[in-house]
């Protein structure tokens, strides 16, 4: 069963950082891009960064290019998000999520971690 | 950048009637090379994270019911639901995934009337 697991949400202040992490399991990592997007609490979904299979292709939104940093360890199959310089507009639940590539759409999501960022 | 706006933002429905919701892109979602339309449907109920509905803007993922259908091309696309369910209460999303940065739409949010 694919499964993908965040963690590393919490409390941080203004100009503050923060590390995320995305467990995976259930299939074999290192073959699939993967994503993070977020959603502010009762917003809509918004792509924040994807890296590829080999971590040789990313991107990010304009909202977060110079400030976060996606990266992907393979032998731990785990996918990560460094956030820095945090602002309150970057509170949301952050997701993870896989990108099939026979589709090619966000296929599994996980359950998400909650960021708040508030002095 | 490819903007995505759907229609409408809310949609009220009474049990077992057809419910139809909007998506269009700023420009151009087909891929010529390979005729397919880069355009998903994505659903999610509260406190749970979205679910893929549709891809190649008409082709359901696997367990997805078949009262759930896609359609479009190019620009305009919808997400119909033949005969609305209780448990289809939740916000819609429609995501062009042809070039970066792949935006969603701003969700259409599906009650029961």
């Known amino acids: 069963e694919v499964q993908l697991e965040e963690s590393g949400g919490g409390l941080v202040q203004p100009g503050g950082s923060l590390r995320l992490s995305c467990a995976a399991s259930?299939?074999?990592?290192?073959?699939?891009?993967m994503n993070w997007v977020r959603q502010a609490p009762g917003k809509g979904l918004e792509w924040v960064s994807y890296?590829?299979?080999?971590?040789?292709?990313?991107y990010y939104a304009d909202s977060v290019k110079g400030r976060f940093t996606i990266s992907r360890d393979n032998a731990k199959n785990s996918l990560y998000l460094q956030m820095n310089s945090l602002r309150a507009g970057d509170t949301a639940v952050y997701y993870c999520?896989?990108?099939?590539?026979?589709?090619?759409?966000?296929?599994?999501w996980g359950q998400g971690t909650l960021v708040t960022v508030s002095s | 950048d490819i903007v995505m706006t759907q229609s409408p933002d809310s949609l009220a429905v009474s049990l077992g009637e057809r419910a139809t919701i909007n998506c269009k892109s700023s420009?151009?979602?087909?891929?010529?090379?390979?005729?397919?339309?880069?355009l998903a449907w994505y659903q999610q109920k509260p406190g749970q994270p979205p679910k893929l509905l549709i891809y190649?803007?008409?082709t359901r993922e696997s367990g997805v019911p078949d009262r759930f259908s896609g359609s479009g091309s190019g620009t305009d696309f919808t997400l119909t639901i033949s005969s609305l369910q209780a448990e289809d209460v939740a916000i819609y999303y429609c995501q062009q995934y042809y070039n970066t940065p792949p935006f969603f739409g701003q969700g259409t949010k599906l009650e029961i009337k």
């Open positions: 999520a896989r990108v099939d590539a026979d589709k090619p759409t966000l296929d599994y």
């Open positions: 259930g299939f074999i990592f290192n073959n699939y891009d």
């Open positions: 420009q151009s979602v087909l891929y010529s090379s390979n005729n397919k339309n880069y």
């Open positions: 190649w803007a008409s």
């Open positions: 890296i590829s299979t080999s971590s040789s292709t990313i």
